[in-house]
T-cell receptor
């Protein structure tokens, strides 16, 4: 089965450090998302890419978060500097075309702990 | 604001028993509704999708229903198995936005032997 691959699976870092999370979307998928999941807020959209272009990053704290797709096989989410409130599970998802009807496949997530 | 409310927050059932999860939404104009299953430590996986004209959709032992008039959906699990222990998330999308999803908080189901 095709799948979305996220690395690392777990990350523990100290406050103030830079964190980079990586995602390999399913080959051929042209829509890519970054979500954050916490117990309090559930799943929240951080960023949305279509054909590698960022179309919506309104869910991200602009001063510390950045998301990019340097090529079609790699999406990155960076946090600099990290803060304890950033502790969460970060999911990448990809879809074959725009529109939720076609379905999005989620990766297994990166569990980030900032101490 | 588009909202999705799920109930109960959690439930415990014995293996082999049935259960029903509820989802109420205010998303408008409605496009489709999906139920996702999220195992611990994994990403959500889609179980069913329903559009406005569909009122029942099955996937094995999972049956979802939709009442677009009352804006309610349910997910029924038949003859539960230990592997059904997971969080079930109701996700609704609006026609006015083709990528933003409204997520429920999820119902955590624990199946015990």
């Amino acid at each position: 089965d095709a799948r979305v691959t996220q690395t690392p699976r777990h990350k523990v870092t100290e406050m103030g450090q830079e964190v980079t999370m990586r995602c390999q979307p399913i080959l051929g998928h042209n829509t890519v998302f970054w979500y954050r999941q916490t117990m309090m807020q559930g799943l929240e959209l951080l960023a949305y890419f279509r054909n590698r272009a960022p179309l919506d990053d309104s869910g991200m704290p602009k001063d510390r978060f950045s998301a990019e797709m340097p090529d079609a096989t790699l999406a990155t989410l960076k946090i600099q500097p990290s803060e304890p409130r950033d502790s969460a599970v970060y999911f990448c998802a990809s879809g074959p075309r725009p529109g939720p009807y076609y379905g999005y496949t989620f990766g297994s997530g990166t569990r980030l702990t900032v101490v | 604001k588009n909202q999705v409310e799920q109930s109960p927050q959690s439930l415990i059932i014995l293996e082999g028993k049935n259960c029903t999860l509820q989802c109420n939404y205010t998303v408008s104009p409605f496009s489709n509704l999906r139920w996702y299953k999220q195992d611990t430590g994994r990403g959500p996986v889609s179980l069913t999708i329903m559009t406005f004209s569909e009122n029942t959709k099955s996937n094995g032992r999972y049956t979802a229903t939709l009442d677009a008039d009352t804006k309610q959906s349910s997910l029924h699990i038949t003859a539960s198995q230990l592997s059904d222990s997971a969080s079930y998330i109701c996700v609704v999308s609006a026609k006015s936005n083709d990528y933003k999803l409204s997520f429920g908080a999820g119902t955590t189901v624990t199946v015990r032997a």
